[in-house]
């Protein structure tokens, strides 16, 4: 069965300082992944999604980054945070052109910004 | 572009009250629809969904219908549970202009229930 990780779970980070969360999923190959933020109020926003190794598509604007160095696994990155980044980052994927998007989630990291 | 609008929360219902959360939406196609939903401290995991018009989705004794005269899908259940207890997310796929990789959620309603 497929599984995804993403760690850590928790995080708490200066301003800026860098930020690497990693994603892996097993049991699928060629999934898309995505990468999403909930901030508080805010709801659910699309950060970056991939449909392949070294294809990455950025949904806003910002100082953070993404990279898919391997097919299952996928990167969120920063070279310095801003205070505006702390929210909770979900991770997640779905089968590769499938109709009727399901995405499978993560456990999220709750990322906080001081 | 394409949008989804829900009731705005939080929510709060006694054991064995009715639910409905309004879920509407605006898309250029043809859209899958779904509802998800985040218990405390977990990550998203998928409720529901209907990939046509008059489409009935239904998980768990909660339902929604795809209803596009009034581009609706309002989840529902009859009695809800403490452990309904969660942000539910109403969320759109839309299959136009090949912008199907991704889903559009809305902002999330919290639902309490207490015994």
């Known amino acids: 069965s497929q599984t995804i990780h993403q760690w850590p779970a928790t995080l708490v980070q200066p301003v800026g300082s860098p930020l690497s969360l990693e994603c892996t999923v097993e049991g699928t190959s060629n999934p898309n992944l995505y990468w999403y933020r909930q901030a508080a109020g805010r709801g659910l926003q699309l950060l970056f999604y991939?449909?392949?190794?070294?294809?990455i598509s950025s949904e806003v604007p910002q100082n953070l980054s993404a990279s898919r160095p391997q097919d299952r696994q996928f990167i969120l990155s920063s070279k310095k945070l801003l205070l505006s980044d702390s929210g909770f980052y979900l991770c997640?994927?779905?089968?590769?052109?499938?109709?009727?998007?399901?995405?499978?989630f993560g456990s999220g990291t709750q990322l906080s910004v001081l | 572009g394409d949008s989804v609008t829900q009731m705005e929360g939080p929510v709060t219902l006694s054991e064995e009250a009715f639910l409905t959360i309004n879920c509407t939406y605006t898309?250029?196609?043809?859209?899958?629809l779904f509802w998800y939903v985040q218990y405390p401290g977990e990550g998203l995991q998928l409720l529901l969904k209907?990939?046509?018009?008059?489409d009935k989705g239904s998980n768990k004794g909660f339902e929604a219908t795809y209803r596009k005269e009034t581009t609706s899908f309002h989840l529902e259940k009859g009695s809800v549970q403490v452990s309904d207890s969660a942000v539910y997310f109403c969320a759109l796929s839309d299959r136009s202009g090949g912008s199907n990789y991704k889903l559009t959620f809305g902002k999330g309603t919290l639902l309490t229930v207490n015994p």
């Open positions: 209907a990939t046509k018009a008059d």
């Open positions: 898309a250029t196609g043809y859209p899958s």
């Open positions: 997640a994927w779905s089968v590769t052109r499938s109709v009727g998007e399901k995405l499978f």
């Open positions: 991939s449909v392949g190794i070294g294809q």
